[in-house]
């Protein structure tokens, strides 16, 4: 029988559902698992959690919904403690990189122009506001994810248009409010912002690439096979994850650059 695109979708999307719970609604679980992530459980609860469900699933012949209604509500009821990793101290940790790294951008791409036309660089009123409000908005993020996060997962057209709006957020101070407020030497604003850069970025490799940095959703008496493989995955899309702002801000910078000639 033919596999439509669709079913590949389904399959992809529902992969670690169906190894972790086999004898339970695939969508069922990933409520389940979503949420106790959203709460910041540890991978080995969540996936003891949805082991204990499909257990009682296969023995029983009930339906997860049947036995344990809405996944949502049951993942709550759980009341499974957050992960020391999920700490609002653990999370700051993690988060400065990335706040480093867009210092880093922000200097690179603002002194790119000014060195190739020789010109100073002008940090504006706008430049200024729009680093703080976005350095802002990441730190309330990184303490107090769990709104957000909901948000996203169960209104994605809602998380969408939040979106949109807090990045014309940004960009509105940047058009209006254009005064100068100093004059720096480009070559040496360009050199600083590509260290910041470099070093955020590194920190951000170093984090991704710890044995105890990838926290997998783990099956009870997974196999060492299936153990590495998860948490090979996870570092992955670490390691991705760090190198996004420095490829970005190739990007931009030699587009800007370009432009500037």
Do not use: K, N
Request: proline share 6%; aromatic share 4%; glycine share 10%.
């Amino acid at each position: 029988m033919t596999t439509t695109a669709q079913e590949r979708r389904e399959a992809r999307r529902f992969a670690i559902e169906r190894e972790l719970a086999p004898h339970v609604d695939p969508r069922w679980a990933e409520g389940v698992l979503l949420e106790l992530r959203i709460q910041g459980v540890a991978g080995d609860l969540i996936g003891e959690a949805l082991g204990e469900v499909d257990s009682h699933c296969a023995e029983s012949g009930e339906s997860a919904d049947e036995a344990f209604g809405d996944p949502v509500a049951y993942a709550r009821s759980l009341g499974l403690p957050r992960s020391p990793d999920q700490g609002a101290g653990a999370v700051v940790r993690t988060v400065l990189p990335t706040l480093v790294q867009l210092a880093g951008m922000f200097l690179t791409l603002w002194s790119v122009p000014a060195v190739v036309t020789g010109d100073a660089v002008e940090i504006t009123v706008g430049q200024v506001l729009a680093g703080v409000v976005l350095v802002g908005a990441l730190v309330l993020l990184a303490r107090r994810p769990e709104p957000v996060l909901r948000a996203l997962v169960r209104r994605p057209v809602v998380g969408t248009v939040a979106f949109g709006a807090a990045s014309a957020a940004l960009v509105v101070p940047l058009l209006l409010l254009r005064a100068t407020l100093v004059l720096l030497p480009a070559g040496a604003t360009c050199a600083v912002g590509i260290a910041l850069l470099v070093v955020g970025t590194a920190a951000d490799l170093v984090r991704a690439r710890r044995p105890d940095g990838a926290d997998p959703v783990l099956a009870p008496l997974q196999d060492a096979a299936t153990t590495t493989r998860r948490r090979r995955e996870s570092r992955r899309v670490g390691l991705f994850a760090a190198l996004l702002v420095p490829a970005w801000t190739l990007v931009v910078g030699v587009l800007l650059g370009w432009l500037a000639t």
